[in-house]
């Protein structure tokens, strides 16, 4: 097999797993683009949402002080769980990472590698 032909499979076969985890991906996290506040993603993540929930669609919040800046990564879930009340695994939860109250990213890929350039201990999501 020639080197060309090898690269090309790997490149399809990395297009076609970007592909299904978009496709996989609640359409409101597939919204939020990197840079809006964390107020503007949870209207967002949340259109219509009624009651006193200040964070609707959101499992669980984790906040941590790193070099002096606030991350918090918001646990979202597509039908509005509450960890203590509902039990979702947390593969089936996606973190939206906001920096001094920005999102900075989304998705289990980007959590695991921030974390793990902080030392952040993290529970399995697989």
Known sequence: MN?????RGIMVAGLGAVVLLAA???KRVSKLDTGITRDSAVSVISPGAKGRDSFPNVYKRERYLIGGKTYEVLFFTSHDEK???DTVAN??????????????GKGW???DSLSTANHIPLEKHQ
């Not at 973190?95 to 109250?101: M, S, T």
């Open 83 to 85: 960890e203590g009340k």
């Open 109 to 111: 890929e980007y959590w």
């Open 3 to 7: 080197d060309v032909s090898v690269r």
């Open 91 to 104: 593969k089936k939860l996606v973190p939206l990472v906001f920096v001094q109250n920005k999102l900075v």
């Open 24 to 26: 996989c991906q609640d």
